[in-house]
């Protein structure tokens, strides 16, 4: 049984990957560590005080110029330009009684706090603030202004503090989906102290509409997970307002309840019913979101569990962009898929058929009757004739109808009607999405940047080709966004200034979405990285505009499509600095070393070959030479290993020439009595009469631990002497280097493995 369990989804994870997703990457082309995202200037980390950041929300507020965070207790008001800079702070905790009463009620002493769960724009000079209030919801207004740090505004409105209830959750792990749209607050929440109640709120300045109390056919046990106003047409009153959430359904037998992601949409105007729906909507609709890959024999693998979903605005503001991301329920197979949607789509399935059925333990079944006027769903507007100046006036004909169908039929299907990025590797999971759409040389692109567990950003792109139907994605960047792993809980997307926010429990990290100058100084270098912010400008790779936005449009090699660097780059010289690097390697008879070579992109394969006079020939991997993912490893060396050895590199079908090692081959009997006997001069080995020397040139400590570890790794326990052996060896090279000097001043002497960078550029060690 069990067997045959794990062989089916091996072999649905082998299939998932191979046979639907043309290409993939499984490397990014960059890998940085937190430390070096730090080195680079490319990020700064806001830490809030222990335990503020549990369960905190975000908002971006462009026109402040502030990311707004609500914590525990707390809310912060932080500089977008650089969220260390000094900052506004806002306590805002439960009084003592609420605390009191918290406790009595049997609830632990750390959910008996004010989460701020809900930060909005409300309106000018005001934000909306709402939190637990140690489960009594409480909400109030924040004044806030621009202006320089010391008189700019970050102020709790004390004085009209209200209830939340309706507003926000009484849990601080209760799920919420929030927007304010005209001063009135939409919302999707558990609204009572049991968690029983799910309802679609509207909170207006005095008024309320809301889902039918205990209606399961409208909502049954929903998580929320986002939603967003989106017109329909250039008549506000047909705008309308869409949540996105995952419920369960009940299968006809009433029992096996699977998950599955819905989008739902009331009317922004909604007024509910007369005599009917008093309160209630009377355009609410929902449909199902389907995320899933066609399977071998007509069985598909659907992602159900919605985990995040993305708005993407454009300059339409009635079609955005719909980006969710999606995980399986199965207990068997765990994966990661990304679907995108588009607003046509979506209004098909709503305009579509209603979804029929006459018992609850019947199938849903097309409803082929006759549909009541205006149609349920649409809004009192102009453009549905003009008849009703708002929905109170519908017949109850209409509200019945509107209450008893709140399914379509038709399911939403994805673009291409498949995701757009899988992740079947299993071992991490996805948490967050924001997307960026960037107009390249070739194309608009949308950059996804998404947030995993272990404090990973990766930044992707996906590539459609339309003649294969197959997607192509490219990994650009993964970036290791806190010191230590951690769920990340929140990406939000500055595309003006180009700053990603993300959050964890840990703080929030501020990131620049591109730093194109890592990829390398080579036009091939930043060819391949096919990042559709960076170009080759002829001199550096830098932040690609489109021609037209600044001045002169300047000579720009970019092919993010295709990352074509021959085309691009032929004929462009290599610069002095972009030459290959040299460097000269001692290995000892009998002993083994390693040429190291590591090309920056980690999508590049090596092939190593060794020079005889003009000719190259490939160095074939064998018991005794063997390509490891850090360079060339040689065991038991020969005197007759002794030559040029060249590292190339291939990606993408461009080939390049990364280093020329000399590889010089030292007698073993040599080294050991260089060994035991320090002082004796060896007349073999140049001017080692100097006084004794240090270790001062190897590249850094953690490179030299590492040395360390491979030598145990291969075999070698005696670290002390292994240690000694390289300073030795480091001693002559450092003679031999002052001797060879004149020669060539890029040649790069290391002792044994000791590994150099090239000249380049900085190197990125994966995983540190
Ligand atoms: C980072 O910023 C510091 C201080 O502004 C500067 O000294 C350093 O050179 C910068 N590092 C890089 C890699 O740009
Ligand atoms: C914004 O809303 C707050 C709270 O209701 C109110 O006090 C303030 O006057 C409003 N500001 C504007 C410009 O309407
Ligand atoms: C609610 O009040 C705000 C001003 O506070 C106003 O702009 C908005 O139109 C009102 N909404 C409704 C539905 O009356
Ligand atoms: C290297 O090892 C081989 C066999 O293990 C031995 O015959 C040879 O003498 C050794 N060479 C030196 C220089 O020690
Ligand atoms: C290789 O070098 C190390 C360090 O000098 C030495 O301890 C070891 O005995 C050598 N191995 C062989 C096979 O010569």
Same mark, same amino acid.
């Given at each position: 049984?069990?067997?045959?369990?794990?062989?089916?989804?091996?072999?649905?994870?082998?299939?998932?990957?191979?046979?639907?997703?043309?290409?993939?990457?499984?490397?990014?082309?960059?890998?940085?560590?937190?430390?070096?995202?730090?080195?680079?200037?490319?990020?700064?980390?806001?830490?809030?005080?222990?335990?503020?950041?549990?369960?905190?929300?975000?908002?971006?507020?462009?026109?402040?110029?502030?990311?707004?965070?609500?914590?525990?207790?707390?809310?912060?008001?932080?500089?977008?330009?650089?969220?260390?800079?000094?900052?506004?702070?806002?306590?805002?905790?439960?009084?003592?009684?609420?605390?009191?009463?918290?406790?009595?009620?049997?609830?632990?002493?750390?959910?008996?706090?004010?989460?701020?769960?809900?930060?909005?724009?409300?309106?000018?000079?005001?934000?909306?603030?709402?939190?637990?209030?140690?489960?009594?919801?409480?909400?109030?207004?924040?004044?806030?202004?621009?202006?320089?740090?010391?008189?700019?505004?970050?102020?709790?409105?004390?004085?009209?503090?209200?209830?939340?209830?309706?507003?926000?959750?009484?849990?601080?792990?209760?799920?919420?989906?929030?927007?304010?749209?005209?001063?009135?607050?939409?919302?999707?929440?558990?609204?009572?102290?049991?968690?029983?109640?799910?309802?679609?709120?509207?909170?207006?300045?005095?008024?309320?509409?809301?889902?039918?109390?205990?209606?399961?056919?409208?909502?049954?046990?929903?998580?929320?997970?986002?939603?967003?106003?989106?017109?329909?047409?250039?008549?506000?009153?047909?705008?309308?307002?869409?949540?996105?959430?995952?419920?369960?359904?009940?299968?006809?037998?009433?029992?096996?309840?699977?998950?599955?992601?819905?989008?739902?949409?009331?009317?922004?105007?909604?007024?509910?019913?007369?005599?009917?729906?008093?309160?209630?909507?009377?355009?609410?609709?929902?449909?199902?979101?389907?995320?899933?890959?066609?399977?071998?024999?007509?069985?598909?693998?659907?992602?159900?569990?919605?985990?995040?979903?993305?708005?993407?605005?454009?300059?339409?503001?009635?079609?955005?962009?719909?980006?969710?991301?999606?995980?399986?329920?199965?207990?068997?197979?765990?994966?990661?898929?990304?679907?995108?949607?588009?607003?046509?789509?979506?209004?098909?399935?709503?305009?579509?058929?209603?979804?029929?059925?006459?018992?609850?333990?019947?199938?849903?079944?097309?409803?082929?009757?006759?549909?009541?006027?205006?149609?349920?769903?649409?809004?009192?507007?102009?453009?549905?004739?003009?008849?009703?100046?708002?929905?109170?006036?519908?017949?109850?004909?209409?509200?019945?109808?509107?209450?008893?169908?709140?399914?379509?039929?038709?399911?939403?299907?994805?673009?291409?009607?498949?995701?757009?990025?899988?992740?079947?590797?299993?071992?991490?999971?996805?948490?967050?999405?924001?997307?960026?759409?960037?107009?390249?040389?070739?194309?608009?692109?949308?950059?996804?940047?998404?947030?995993?567990?272990?404090?990973?950003?990766?930044?992707?792109?996906?590539?459609?080709?339309?003649?294969?139907?197959?997607?192509?994605?490219?990994?650009?960047?993964?970036?290791?966004?806190?010191?230590?792993?951690?769920?990340?809980?929140?990406?939000?997307?500055?595309?003006?200034?180009?700053?990603?926010?993300?959050?964890?429990?840990?703080?929030?990290?501020?990131?620049?979405?591109?730093?194109?100058?890592?990829?390398?100084?080579?036009?091939?270098?930043?060819?391949?990285?096919?990042?559709?912010?960076?170009?080759?400008?002829?001199?550096?790779?830098?932040?690609?505009?489109?021609?037209?936005?600044?001045?002169?449009?300047?000579?720009?090699?970019?092919?993010?499509?295709?990352?074509?660097?021959?085309?691009?780059?032929?004929?462009?010289?290599?610069?002095? %600095?972009?030459?290959?690097? &040299?460097? /000269?390697?001692?290995?000892? !008879?009998?002993?083994?070393?390693? =040429?190291?070579? $590591?090309?920056?992109?980690?999508?590049?394969?090596?092939?190593?070959?060794?020079?005889?006079?003009?000719?190259?020939?490939?160095?074939?991997?064998?018991?005794?030479?063997?390509?490891?993912?850090?360079?060339?490893?040689?065991?038991?060396?020969?005197?007759?290993?002794?030559?040029?050895?060249?590292?190339?590199?291939?990606?993408?079908?461009?080939?390049?020439?990364?280093?020329?090692?000399?590889?010089?081959?030292? %007698?073993?009997?040599?080294? &050991?009595? /260089?060994?035991?006997?320090? !002082?004796?001069?060896?007349?073999? =080995?140049?001017? $080692?009469?100097?006084?004794?020397?240090?270790?001062?040139?190897?590249?850094?400590?953690?490179?030299?631990?590492?040395?360390?570890?491979?030598?145990?790794?291969?075999?070698?326990?005696?670290?002390?002497?292994?240690?000694?052996?390289?300073?030795?060896?480091?001693?002559?090279?450092?003679?031999?280097?002052?001797?060879?000097?004149?020669?060539?001043?890029?040649?790069?002497?290391?002792?044994?493995?000791?590994?150099?960078?090239?000249?380049?550029?900085?190197?990125?060690?994966?995983?540190?």
């Amino acid at each position: 049984m069990a067997w045959g369990v794990w062989t089916f989804t091996l072999c649905l994870v082998f299939w998932i990957s191979s046979a639907t997703q043309s290409t993939k990457s499984v490397y990014p082309r960059l890998r940085l560590s937190h430390k070096e995202l730090w080195e680079l200037n490319r990020t700064w980390v806001f830490q809030a005080g222990e335990g503020r950041l549990q369960q905190y929300t975000m908002l971006l507020d462009e026109t402040q110029e502030r990311l707004i965070i609500g914590g525990k207790d707390v809310l912060y008001s932080l500089n977008l330009e650089r969220i260390t800079a000094p900052h506004k702070r806002i306590v805002w905790s439960s009084s003592q009684e609420q605390v009191e009463d918290c406790l009595m009620q049997g609830r632990e002493k750390p959910e008996c706090a004010n989460y701020i769960k809900l930060v909005q724009h409300y309106n000018s000079t005001h934000l909306l603030a709402c939190g637990t209030g140690a489960f009594s919801p409480v909400c109030a207004y924040i004044r806030v202004s621009r202006g320089a740090e010391q008189e700019r505004e970050f102020r709790l409105e004390s004085d009209h503090i209200e209830s939340g209830r309706g507003r926000v959750p009484f849990h601080p792990n209760s799920p919420l989906a929030s927007t304010v749209y005209r001063g009135e607050l939409f919302v999707g929440l558990y609204t009572d102290y049991w968690e029983n109640d799910a309802a679609l709120y509207r909170l207006g300045n005095h008024s309320f509409i809301r889902t039918e109390v205990g209606d399961r056919q409208q909502l049954n046990e929903p998580k929320f997970v986002g939603s967003a106003v989106i017109p329909d047409n250039d008549d506000p009153a047909d705008d309308k307002v869409y949540y996105f959430f995952t419920e369960r359904v009940a299968d006809v037998e009433g029992g096996n309840k699977a998950v599955y992601t819905r989008v739902a949409r009331v009317c922004a105007n909604d007024q509910g019913g007369q005599r009917m729906l008093v309160n209630r909507w009377s355009s609410f609709l929902k449909t199902r979101l389907i995320c899933s890959v066609a399977g071998p024999n007509g069985i598909d693998t659907h992602f159900d569990e919605l985990e995040d979903v993305f708005v993407l605005r454009k300059k339409d503001e009635k079609n955005p962009e719909i980006f969710g991301l999606f995980s399986t329920t199965s207990a068997v197979f765990k994966g990661y898929a990304v679907c995108m949607y588009n607003m046509d789509d979506i209004r098909a399935a709503f305009n579509g058929p209603f979804a029929h059925r006459e018992r609850t333990d019947h199938h849903w079944k097309v409803y082929d009757g006759k549909v009541p006027y205006p149609r349920p769903g649409s809004c009192a507007s102009k453009i549905n004739g003009g008849h009703f100046s708002s929905s109170k006036e519908y017949s109850d004909e209409v509200l019945r109808f509107a209450r008893s169908h709140p399914l379509m039929f038709q399911a939403v299907q994805p673009v291409h009607r498949r995701p757009i990025l899988l992740d079947t590797e299993g071992g991490r999971k996805l948490t967050q999405l924001a997307v960026d759409r960037v107009e390249a040389e070739d194309g608009h692109y949308n950059v996804l940047f998404i947030g995993t567990d272990n404090s990973v950003v990766l930044k992707m792109i996906t590539i459609y080709n339309k003649e294969a139907d197959t997607v192509e994605e490219v990994l650009l960047e993964e970036l290791q966004v806190f010191k230590v792993p951690v769920p990340i809980t929140e990406i939000l997307i500055s595309t003006k200034r180009q700053q990603l926010y993300v959050g964890s429990e840990l703080g929030v990290t501020q990131i620049r979405v591109h730093q194109c100058g890592l990829y390398g100084s080579a036009c091939a270098d930043c060819c391949l990285a096919r990042d559709p912010y960076c170009a080759w400008d002829g001199f550096t790779c830098s932040r690609y505009y489109p021609a037209g936005l600044y001045t002169k449009r300047r000579f720009r090699r970019q092919d993010v499509r295709h990352g074509n660097a021959v085309q691009q780059c032929n004929g462009l010289q290599l610069s002095e %600095e972009q030459s290959i690097s &040299e460097k /000269l390697v001692y290995g000892v !008879e009998n002993n083994s070393t390693l =040429l190291e070579c $590591r090309p920056r992109s980690l999508q590049a394969s090596v092939t190593w070959y060794i020079e005889h006079g003009l000719d190259m020939e490939e160095v074939k991997s064998d018991d005794r030479m063997i390509q490891t993912p850090h360079g060339l490893l040689l065991l038991r060396i020969m005197k007759s290993d002794a030559g040029v050895y060249v590292c190339q590199s291939t990606e993408h079908g461009f080939i390049q020439t990364l280093l020329r090692v000399t590889l010089e081959v030292l %007698e073993e009997g040599k080294v &050991e009595a /260089l060994l035991h006997k320090p !002082e004796e001069e060896d007349s073999d =080995l140049p001017h $080692r009469a100097a006084p004794p020397c240090s270790f001062p040139s190897l590249p850094s400590t953690s490179s030299k631990l590492w040395y360390k570890d491979f030598m145990q790794l291969i075999g070698y326990s005696n670290f002390q002497r292994v240690e000694q052996y390289c300073e030795k060896v480091w001693c002559v090279a450092d003679r031999k280097r002052k001797k060879l000097k004149g020669m060539t001043p890029k040649w790069r002497l290391t002792a044994g493995g000791e590994q150099r960078a090239r000249a380049r550029a900085p190197r990125h060690t994966p995983g540190q």
